[in-house]
T-cell receptor, first 112, second 116 residues
Framework: QQPVQSPQAVILREGEDAVINCSSS?????VHWYRQKHGEAPVFLMI?????EQKGHEKISASFNEKKQQSSLYLTASQLSYSGTYFC?????????????FGKGTKLSVIP | KAGVTQTPRYLIKTRGQQVTLSCSPI?????VSWYQQTPGQGLQFLFE???????NKGNFPGRFSGRQFSNSRSEMNVSTLELGDSALYLC???????????????FGSGTRLTVV
């Protein structure tokens, strides 16, 4: 079952902050975040494991709320280079649930 | 170090034909996964291989198959192509089990398949 991302799209001015959410109806074991620029391959940003702490990557960080089965990606002081489509990928808890299932993505546009 | 290499980059096939796509993972990576990406459906999981064994398969018809060789290189095959198979096919490799061991995927640039 595909995780649900929100918002579907967001436009920011340079320097503004954004939050992208990823929700699942099933218990999660881990959440991945990737960014894909137009015409390029998705690039790994970070992974959050069940029971793990909030991760950070420069001005991009993420959290994982196990009770709500939700992860959020935080982009602070956005730069033009942050533009792209952000995907969350989820792995469900339980036996036999190995695949990484991606949400439909959030298109982020940063303008000057 | 070299990234994930997918060949060919572009492919045009006719309905009914079959196609084989190739993926060479990063050296040392043992896990290879395949995804189909389309504007409407996003990234759809096809299958994952680890040490030559298929661990999981997505919800695709039997026309889609794959395999992994002892050197971790992987191929996927689509038989009896349909117009709806037109998509970007992405291969991703991981050092270990991305789902359970905390490794992220490194994606290749993909093979753009067009079925006419």
């Amino acid at each position: 079952q595909q995780p649900v991302q929100s918002p579907q799209a967001v436009i920011l001015r340079e320097g503004e902050d954004a939050v992208i959410n990823c929700s699942s109806s099933k218990a999660l074991y881990s959440v991945h975040w990737y960014r894909q620029k137009h015409g390029e391959a998705p690039v790994f940003l970070m992974i959050l494991l069940k029971g793990g702490e909030q991760k950070g990557h420069e001005k991009i960080s993420a959290s994982f709320n196990e009770k709500k089965q939700q992860s959020s990606l935080y982009l602070t002081a956005s730069q033009l280079s942050y533009s792209g489509t952000y995907f969350c990928g989820t792995v469900y808890s339980g036996a036999g649930s190995y695949q990484l299932t991606f949400g439909k993505g959030t298109k982020l546009s940063v303008i000057p | 170090k070299a990234g994930v290499t997918q060949t060919p980059r572009y492919l045009i096939k006719t309905r009914g034909q079959q196609v084989t796509l190739s993926c060479s993972p990063i050296s040392g990576h043992r896990s290879v996964s395949w995804y189909q990406q389309t504007p409407g459906q996003g990234l759809q999981f096809l299958f994952e291989y680890f040490s030559e064994t298929q661990r999981n398969k997505g919800n695709f018809p039997g026309r889609f198959s794959g395999r992994q060789f002892s050197n971790s290189r992987s191929e996927m095959n689509v038989s009896t192509l349909e117009l709806g198979d037109s998509a970007l096919y992405l291969c991703a490799s991981s050092l270990g089990l991305a789902d359970r061991e905390g490794y992220g995927y490194t994606f290749g640039s993909g093979t753009r398949l067009t079925v006419v």
